[in-house]
């Protein structure tokens, strides 16, 4: 028997299915772009340890600090379109110490 390069897995692609239909689920998800996408199908698939360990990275104070201008910008659309309510805003604003 040879290898097949073309041949699927159905295993990983039922867990690709899954995680499509929990991406779509999501309502703000028509609004993100390829990359985007891409990024949250990955953290989605990661345990919950990993999970946390990459979003600890990310969010360190010193890459909060460089990007707060963005961070400010995303949070003020969020509560202007109505995803967030002024507690939320105030508490995200809170904890990422900005």
């Known amino acids: 028997m040879q290898w097949n390069p073309f041949k699927k897995d159905p295993k990983k692609e039922e867990e690709q299915k899954k ?5 779509e689920a999501m309502p703000e998800a028509k609004d993100m772009n390829m990359l985007q996408r891409f990024a949250m ?11 946390a360990k990459v979003m ?12 707060k201008k963005e961070i400010l ?3 003020e659309s969020m509560k202007r379109s109505g995803q ?4 939320q805003y105030r508490l995200a604003k809170r904890k990422l110490g900005l």
Not at 58 to 67: F, G, R, S
């Open 19 to 23: 995680l499509e239909a929990a991406l």
């Open 41 to 51: 199908k990955r953290i989605m698939a990661m345990s919950p340890e990993e999970r």
């Open 56 to 67: 600890q990275k990310a969010l360190k104070p010193e890459n909060v600090q460089k990007h």
């Open 73 to 75: 910008e995303q949070l």
């Open 84 to 87: 967030m309510s002024d507690d």
